[in-house]
């Protein structure tokens, strides 16, 4: 058992609690903010939720997600609860560190820099979603259906819709448990993978006509300039999940999906097992993720830092 113990009596000690997670807001960091939104609220806590990238429209379903804001507080909490993040940096939110007493740090990168005065992490669970499951389970706390809908969204999409290698028999075991309480694992599916609006359909053609193979054909790399956003009125969020058809063809090691100004390129990679790209972005300032799925920024123009990328990806492939 994790040190529930020690978060109970944390969130029992404190009246006021901010949450916040990682930029580019991804299924798991929302549906763990949610479980744990709605969890302090059941205890009469004070609670607002702040990050500092809006929510993907996509996931706008699932049921509270306006709670989580972009209104950056002004006042001091008690507690500022930072889930699904491996490093303070990546919240994108400087002061970050003054706007509560103590931190609280529940995460599943294996990374996690340990910033927390409390740091529940645990590598081997696929999910933040999956730690927040077992917590509530193993201490005995009932949550409703709409809990249990978010934890699911975070399970699912952190396992790529149960594709990844993290899918584990843990995995099946607990989304199994929250179809038992409700969920829809179709509905909820449909709506996270299958429902994209006009603007995001040509944002995703747009992105496959820049397909690239690099290295011999051991990486695969496809482009987004932000400014196409703009130009066919697409989201940023639009452009999820992408990156990973970069690893789908034959032969491919390694892939990258470039999303970039005209000053600096953020690089997703994703890996087939043959190259710990969690290792490669975790040299570079910021980034980090897991070992077949992770992202870094390059404050270069595309081409420079997709050289740079290149040069570094070569030498784990021994070219």
Request: aromatic share 8%; hydrophobic share 40%.
């Amino acid at each position: 058992m994790m040190a529930w113990a020690d978060l109970i009596n944390a969130i029992d000690a404190n009246e006021s609690f901010v949450i916040s997670s990682h930029q580019s807001l991804d299924g798991d960091c929302i549906g763990s903010q949610l479980a744990f939104i709605w969890y302090l609220k059941s205890k009469g806590k004070r609670v607002a939720c702040y990050c500092t990238d809006p929510l993907p429209q996509k996931l706008s379903f699932l049921q509270n997600s306006e709670l989580i804001t972009q209104n950056k507080p002004t006042e001091k909490f008690d507690v500022l609860m930072i889930l699904d993040c491996s490093n303070i940096k990546r919240l994108g939110w400087d002061e970050c560190e003054s706007a509560a007493k103590t931190i609280i740090n529940i995460d599943h990168h294996r990374d996690n820099k340990n910033f927390g005065a409390l740091n529940i992490v645990d590598p081997t669970a696929a999910a933040t979603g999956e730690i927040i499951f077992a917590f509530f389970r193993e201490c005995g706390i009932d949550f409703p259906k709409h809990v249990a809908e978010a934890l699911y969204a975070a399970v699912m999409t952190d396992t790529g819709g149960f594709r990844f290698n993290n899918t584990s028999s843990n995995v099946l075991r607990v989304c199994a448990d929250l179809i038992d309480m409700g969920v829809d694992s179709a509905d909820l599916y449909e709506k996270v993978y299958s429902r994209h609006s006009p603007q995001a359909l040509t944002l995703r053609a747009r992105m496959w006509s820049t397909l690239k193979f690099h290295l011999n054909g051991n990486v695969c790399s496809m482009d987004m300039p932000m400014s196409v956003l703009d130009e066919i009125g697409a989201v940023y969020s639009d452009s999820e999940g992408m990156a990973d058809y970069t690893v789908t063809a034959d032969g491919v090691e390694v892939g990258i999906m470039t999303k970039h100004t005209p000053e600096e390129t953020h690089i997703s990679l994703r890996s087939k097992g043959k190259v710990d790209v969690g290792k490669i972005a975790q040299g570079i300032a910021g980034g980090g993720g897991h070992s077949c799925a992770a992202g870094c920024t390059i404050k270069l123009p595309c081409n420079q830092a997709m050289e740079q990328m290149l040069g570094i990806i070569a030498n784990e492939l021994g070219m």
